[in-house]
């Protein structure tokens, strides 16, 4: 194939030429073509069987029939090598825990717990061990992640930093033999923990907005630009940076010198999250970084590079959001036994059962969707579209059960000095940032599901809008038709074909009937929501990227619906009778979601139900949960 030269003229994306069809701007078209251009060489990172047009999600919705078993992680091993090293990092985790010493005296985790983990092996988890590390599949590291989390959400949160969003992916992925050898070692023992560095002043969801430029002068480049909210950056540690080299985006791996100086500085700020560790901005002034550390993916540029770690970060925010809730969770049960209203405890009211009842729900939620979601990246999918649905369900249960259940059950005790709300309010808020702003994320995930459609029914019909010079296409215009006539004949045959479909009937043997009723429900709504996709397509057409409220609303509409896929499927498999009445319970509501139906007093029943187990200790995971002393307690 002959490559482009300099002379030509690209051929422009269908999604450039609907922009422009829309009266978008040139700096917009641009913008937005080259992170639909990234996105497209990410996908071509995967065999095609596991990309996006081939994702669980993706074929849910458009196959016509849910491919169940893609939706049904088997049982994780009893044991697996990395175990060991698993289970001392708990234990240093749970020690410095009940010791007091996780925090130095500047209230961030201690440099004595960085090391103390480095030696049981935490920081090389995802690293293969002939580098030094311990090679966990994802599925056992996402979990692991929740264990660890329930003792330190910032310790679990660093180890995502680390080996997902951080180095560790850039270089594991992308990185050439002598890279890999000469950089992930000191990855892997935490001699150079790590960061990446992306956001700028003026680049947070545009990427395409880099301002840091490299130069390169030598055997070295020269970078010259500025970084903004980058976690775990301090003196002597390692980041990957996005740079704008050669007019493109690159990733260069920088060893940061051990103290600031004329070309490295740091940028403080006051940040209410991430208070336990560091979070600064970075300013470089003709800062070295050597040639060889310039990574080169096979396609792409460091867009590429960019999109391809977030997908991991995605299912560990879900992980740690996990890991909170059953905080709240355990932290709820003794205050709500204590806390009496009228001479009964307020365990017996059923608002506080029904809040009790919500929260095992999202805990049984989130749990599911990182099983899932670890368990597809393992296999070898890309995983776009079911690690960002992981991300929004993970994040916005979070802030739910923080303000909602846990904050408004504890009252006003919650606003108290040392009380875990009050204290940590940002910490539970600001996934809903990280990663990706979840309606952002929505749109996104929208994006991705309609793309392989549009490009199939819709991308003919707008080309042959042009060829003919149509701008404004009127169905009940008989020359607009006959012109487009063949177009809109494969169109008027799929969905024709879709709206006779046969039901989606799967019903797997011994599952329980509430499971499966919820399980029909989904089956039955990924076919209305093909139809529902495609018939806003065709009604808004090249405006669609302007009808942001519905693309966010059809978006939620599939997530709601994959997440009932997973949760059934999952609590049927995995949980006891508390699991699956919690996962009842969330599917439910996500149902009435959907519905608009207002819940039933069997509803109102089950919620009490599922409270007295979880009174009852039928919800095992909270073993071993730290629990915090009930402050101002007012018995004499």
Not at 171 to 179: D, I, L, M, P, S
Not at 395 to 424: V, W, Y
Not at 443 to 454: D, P, Q
Not at 541 to 551: E, F, T
Request: glycine share 8%; with cysteine; net charge neutral.
């Amino acid at each position: 194939m002959t490559p482009n030269t300099s002379s030509e003229t690209p051929t422009p994306s269908f999604a450039e030429q609907a922009l422009r069809l829309g009266g978008k701007s040139e700096e917009e078209v641009r913008s937005l073509g080259a992170v639909d251009k990234a996105d497209d060489q990410v996908e071509t990172l995967f065999l095609p069987q596991y990309q996006t047009s081939s994702s669980p999600v993706h074929r849910a919705i458009w196959d016509g029939k849910v491919p169940l078993d893609l939706f049904d992680p088997p049982p994780l091993a009893p044991s697996a090598p990395c175990d060991t090293a698993m289970n001392k990092c708990l234990d240093v985790v749970r020690r410095r825990r009940r010791s007091k010493t996780l925090l130095d005296d500047r209230r961030k985790i201690s440099d004595e717990t960085l090391r103390e983990l480095a030696e049981a092996g935490y920081w090389g988890m995802l690293i293969d061990p002939k580098y030094g590390g311990q090679g966990a599949p994802f599925a056992r590291f996402a979990p692991f992640l929740t264990k660890v989390a329930v003792y330190d959400s910032t310790v679990s949160a660093l180890a995502s930093v680390h080996g997902c969003i951080g180095a560790v992916d850039p270089v594991r992925t992308f990185g050439t033999a002598e890279q890999k050898s000469r950089l992930l070692p000191t990855l892997a023992s935490g001699e150079r923990l790590s960061a990446f560095a992306l956001t700028e002043p003026r680049a947070g969801s545009d990427l395409t907005a880099l301002k840091t430029m490299a130069e390169r002068v030598g055997d070295h480049f020269e970078v010259t630009g500025e970084k903004l909210f980058i976690t775990n950056v301090v003196p002597g540690r390692t980041v990957g940076l996005v740079v704008k080299l050669e007019g493109k985006p690159a990733v260069l791996i920088a060893d940061l010198p051990s103290e600031e100086n004329d070309e490295f500085q740091l940028v403080p700020y006051g940040l209410y999250a991430l208070k336990q560790t560091w979070n600064q901005g970075i300013r470089f002034r003709k800062f070295r970084v050597p040639v060889e550390n310039l990574l080169k993916p096979k396609v792409g540029d460091g867009l590429t590079i960019a999109y391809h770690g977030l997908n991991l970060g995605r299912l560990a925010l879900c992980a740690g959001a996990a890991a909170n809730m059953r905080f709240f969770l355990a932290n709820l049960l003794p205050w709500i036994g204590y806390r009496r209203t009228y001479g009964k405890p307020i365990q017996t009211r059923e608002l506080v059962q029904r809040r009790i009842a919500r929260l095992a729900a999202l805990i049984v939620g989130a749990d599911a969707l990182v099983a899932w979601g670890a368990w597809l990246i393992d296999q070898g999918y890309r995983g776009e579209l079911e690690c960002i649905l992981a991300k929004i369900f993970g994040s916005e249960a979070q802030k739910e059960a923080a303000i909602e259940l846990f904050m408004k059950t504890h009252g006003g005790r919650s606003f108290l000095h040392g009380h875990p709300f009050g204290d940590n309010l940002h910490e539970y808020l600001a996934p809903c940032i990280y990663e990706g702003e979840g309606e952002m994320l929505g749109m996104a995930f929208f994006k991705s599901i309609v793309k392989t459609h549009g490009q199939q029914y819709f991308e003919p019909i707008g080309k042959a809008l042009q060829a003919n010079g149509i701008k404004d296409f009127r169905p009940s215009n008989p020359v607009h038709l006959w012109k487009l006539r063949k177009e809109l004949a494969v169109y008027s045959r799929w969905r024709t074909s879709r709206t006779f479909l046969g039901r989606d009937r799967q019903q797997p043997a011994g599952m329980d009937p509430r499971l499966a009723g919820h399980l029909q429900f989904a089956l039955d709504m990924c076919q209305k929501l093909a139809l529902e996709l495609s018939s806003a397509m065709r009604t808004h057409q090249v405006s669609l990227a302007d009808r942001q409220c519905r693309m966010a609303e059809l978006s939620q509409q599939v997530q709601d619906t994959i997440t009932m896929l997973v949760v059934t499927q999952w609590a049927q498999r995995h949980g006891n009778d508390t699991i699956r009445l919690a996962a009842h319970v969330l599917c439910e509501d996500l149902r009435r979601k959907m519905t608009g139906e207002r819940p039933s007093d069997r509803c109102f029943r089950e919620l009490a139900e599922l409270a007295d187990a979880v009174y009852a200790g039928g919800f095992e995971d909270l073993a071993g949960v730290p629990r915090d002393e009930i402050l101002m307690r007012y018995d004499g």
